[in-house]
């Protein structure tokens, strides 16, 4: 089925530890996301494609890294996890709309089904 | 910037009642307002949004939202709820451009018999 895979679906890591985070969409999809999810909070922007061979920081990018691999592919590395790195992360894309002549938005944001990582 | 809130933390509502959920924005020009469902364990799905024109959008699963310049409110509505309406929901603004969408803290709804 056409969309966006996340692996892995589970981690549990130790404090110091590295792991990368992968996702991939079948869309043919430019821009490309990773959000996390923390209770109370929402869902905030650690970095995010605008298209392939570009890449920029969210709201929350400390501790992490991101490569857009090719069209397809957007991973998240954490480089040296911490407790404060637990929690549910998610991986969209998304096409982008022309409003309103030169202004731009989302479309819409295709959400893969999440990697929920429990740092010790 | 761009900032949401969703007032409301859990919600319950009877099943086959109506259903309102309230989002405020802040934003200085006329946003891009969208709401989405996250069933649990599950990613974000859009049920619809809002881009110009019409304030009243229609979604997807009966879902329907109306634009308040006014009120900058987004209310997500739903006149009769089914047990599968259960999830959490999230509001959200688009400005400035394509990537900054910024979500509210969403709004669970439980559904009661």
């Not at chain 1, 400390?62 to 590395?77: A, I, Q």
Request: charged share 15%; hydrophobic share 35%; aromatic share 12%.
């Amino acid at each position: 089925n056409a969309g966006v895979t996340q692996t892995p679906k589970f981690q549990v890591l130790k404090t110091g530890q590295s792991m990368t985070l992968q996702c991939a969409q079948d869309m043919n999809h430019n821009s490309m996301y990773w959000y996390r999810q923390d209770p109370g909070m929402g869902l905030r922007l650690i970095y995010y494609s605008a298209s392939e061979g570009t890449t920029d920081k969210g709201e929350v990018p400390n501790g992490y890294n991101v490569s857009r691999l090719n069209k397809r592919e957007f991973s998240l590395r954490l480089e040296s996890a911490a407790p404060s790195q637990t929690s549910v992360y998610f991986c969209a894309s998304s096409v982008k709309k022309v409003v309103r002549g030169s202004r731009v938005t989302n479309e819409k944001l295709i959400f893969g089904s999440g990697t929920q990582l429990s740092v010790l | 910037a761009q900032s949401v809130t969703q007032p409301d933390i859990h919600i319950t509502v009877s099943e086959g009642a109506s259903l309102e959920l309230r989002c405020n924005y802040s934003y200085g020009a006329t946003p891009y307002l969208f709401w989405y469902v996250q069933s649990p364990g599950q990613g974000l799905q859009l049920l619809l949004k809002y881009f110009s024109g019409d304030t009243l959008v229609q979604g997807i699963k009966g879902f329907e939202a109306e634009f308040k310049r006014s009120q900058s409110s987004f209310n997500l509505r739903k006149p009769s709820v089914h047990w599968s309406d259960a999830a959490e929901y999230f509001c959200a603004v688009g400005a400035g451009g394509f990537q900054k969408l910024v979500f509210g803290t969403g709004t669970r709804l439980l559904v009661s018999p």
